[in-house]
């Protein structure tokens, strides 16, 4: 699992500027709706509900902008009719995309997709084409200061996560999707510095892109990232850290 950090490191590295767009507060919200719309109202009997609203609070939305996406989801507020649709693809170099969207308009949203891929060098794909290539998993990025190598080792047993890797300037921590919440809950009472918490699509194998396709390849992820409707993007390659922290800056 090792190099999940590619694609999810550049997008924390720009998550000052997202949040100062206000990109983050609305994919948060959309999210509370949407889990709420298809699994109910109540967080304890709703694990996706509980996770969109830990992580609107860690990211300090505003209590009632929850409130009033929580009332949209159970249909107290009107919110419009919308749909979580999942759309797959192929970037550059054959790199496989997942990109998760949030819509009330299907078409629209899909032909927007459709024109990003096609725009930067991909190629948007039927439903099922690269999805068996990812599995939902929980993911979680230490700071190396938070704790040495010995120390990450033993917290990994003693909190049965799935997996784990040692990076050269962070740690990454892989859950079961049942076990993300109970897993974030004890990281964050144990006072670790987390620069990234999240339920993942992490790929079961990785795609090298070199010099020459890394620059459109990122340029598609972007674009994606920045469509309206878009929650998350997914991808599968493997770029050399160096070129990611250049188009990160």
């Not at 969109?52 to 009632?64: G, K, L, T, W």
């Not at 996406?69 to 999942?86: C, F, H, N, Q």
């Not at 740690?171 to 049942?178: A, F, H, N, R, V």
């Amino acid at each position: 699992m090792a190099g999940h950090s590619k694609w999810a490191n550049v997008k924390h590295r720009k998550a000052a500027v997202d949040a100062k767009r206000g990109k983050i507060f609305t994919r948060i919200l959309r999210e509370v709706t949407v889990a709420t719309r298809l699994g109910g109202g109540d967080p304890d009997a709703n694990p996706r509900l509980r996770s969109a609203i830990a992580e609107a609070r860690s990211n300090n939305v505003p209590n009632d902008n929850i409130e009033r996406a929580l009332k949209k989801g159970t249909g107290e507020l009107e919110g419009g009719s919308i749909e979580e649709i999942v759309l797959e693809g192929y970037g550059p170099g054959g790199v496989a995309v997942l990109v998760e969207a949030v819509t009330d308009n299907r078409n629209r949203t899909v032909s927007e997709i459709r024109h990003q891929f096609a725009r930067h060098g991909g190629s948007l794909g039927e439903s099922g084409c690269v999805a068996w290539m990812f599995d939902r998993k929980g993911f979680f990025s230490l700071a190396k200061e938070s704790l040495g190598e010995e120390e990450l080792m033993e917290l990994a047993l003693e909190l049965g996560v799935d997996d784990f890797a040692i990076e050269d300037d962070h740690y990454e921590l892989y859950t079961s999707m049942d076990d993300y919440l109970r897993v974030r809950e004890e990281l964050e009472s144990r006072g670790l510095e987390l620069s990234a918490k999240e339920l993942s699509m992490i790929p079961q194998s990785y795609v090298e892109v070199g010099e020459d396709k890394a620059p459109q390849v990122l340029r598609l992820m972007d674009a994606l990232e920045d469509q309206e409707d878009t929650q998350n993007v997914w991808a599968n390659f493997d770029i050399d850290e160096s070129v990611l922290v250049a188009h990160s800056e």
